[in-house]
């Protein structure tokens, strides 16, 4: 099961919604860069942005479940867009 920048197949996303931890780990790997330079380029410094990007995973953890359909790489940046503002 391999997770793309592109696209994010239906079954990780099925293993995203089960809690399946090893599908957790591979979306961290591959988004979690991009999360953490999304929140960079608003000025942040290495610290927060580790803390925030935390903060986005844990948001996409508990909303996962209301994701359906669409791109799930925009979702994640809105996720990361309102913990910013949030912050």
Do not use: C, H
């Not at 961290?28 to 000025?43: C, E, N, S």
Request: hydrophobic share 40%; no cysteine; proline share 1%.
């Amino acid at each position: 099961m391999a997770i793309t920048v592109g696209s994010t197949s239906s079954g990780v996303l099925d293993g995203l919604r089960d809690g399946d931890a090893d599908a957790w780990k591979r979306m961290a790997k591959v988004y979690g860069p991009l999360v953490y330079a999304l929140i960079r380029q608003r000025g942040f410094q290495e610290a927060d942005a580790k803390d925030l990007s935390q903060v986005v995973f844990q948001n996409a953890f508990r909303g996962m479940t209301r994701f359906q359909k669409g791109s799930f790489r925009g979702w994640l940046a809105t996720i990361t867009r309102n913990v910013i503002r949030d912050y």
